[in-house]
Antibody
């Protein structure tokens, strides 16, 4: 059974770079059958898709965050990562990693999610 | 402000049928499929409906989805107390090189 687990600092200073990693267990990130995404949720608010990566390294990003986001994959460690630069208090949120099948009409159906990790931006 | 529009709240009594709407545009719902997620308090979202009207394994058939034009709906029949949660619609948006957009979420209260 595939599981996703986010990890990374829970506190980041303003203007610095937020870095998170999602470790995939119970399956191979290299299978080629899934897209791997990052999604965030500020406290009491809705979900915001940040971006996704395929095992080939190709990416798609939310246009509103694109200038600050980098998503990468490390197949040797079965992990993918998020970097968000120049953070402000508005980036404080629970960050989730999730996967979606590459099957047409399901490419944005996130069927497995990590439990989420809270990241606070504060000095 | 979310790209997809949902009512902020909905409610119903046990056994009742409730629907939650999701309105979009030609670049998202109008040309792509809609997914629905259920988020119980303090937990990660769970895929409830994919490809407009398909239920993942394990999701009760009390939950159903539909789409027409640039709008979609989630229906819950035989409402149960454990259905009290936040519900989000989502779809791929073809604009700006493509990206996923979510609705603002609907908090369902079981009275």
């Amino acid at each position: 059974q595939v599981q996703l687990q986010e990890s990374g600092p829970g506190l980041v200073k303003p203007s610095q770079t937020l870095s998170l990693t999602c470790t995939v267990s119970g399956g191979s990130i290299s299978s080629g059958s899934y897209y791997w995404s990052w999604i965030r949720q500020p406290a009491g608010k809705g979900l915001e898709w940040i971006g996704r990566i395929y095992t080939s390294g190709s990416t798609n990003y939310n246009p509103s965050l694109k200038s600050r986001v980098t998503i990468s994959v490390d197949t040797s460690k079965n992990q993918f990562s998020l970097k968000l630069s120049s953070v402000t208090a508005a980036d404080t949120a629970v960050y989730y990693c999730a996967r979606a099948p590459t099957v047409k009409l399901q490419r944005d159906a996130f069927d497995i999610w990590g439990q989420g990790t809270m990241v606070t931006v504060s000095s | 402000q979310s790209v997809l529009t949902q009512p902020p709240s909905a409610s119903g009594t046990p056994g009742q049928r409730v629907t939650i709407s999701c309105s979009g545009s030609s670049s998202n719902i109008g040309s792509n499929t809609v997914n629905w997620y259920q988020q119980l308090p303090g937990t990660a979202p769970k895929l409830l409906i994919y490809s407009n009207n398909q239920r993942p394994s394990g999701v009760p058939d009390r939950f159903s989805g539909s789409k027409s034009g640039t709008s979609a709906s989630l229906a819950i029949s035989g409402l149960q107390s454990e259905d009290e949660a936040d519900y989000y619609c989502a779809a791929w948006d073809d604009s700006l090189n493509g990206h996923v957009v979510f609705g603002g979420g609907t908090k369902l209260t079981v009275l």
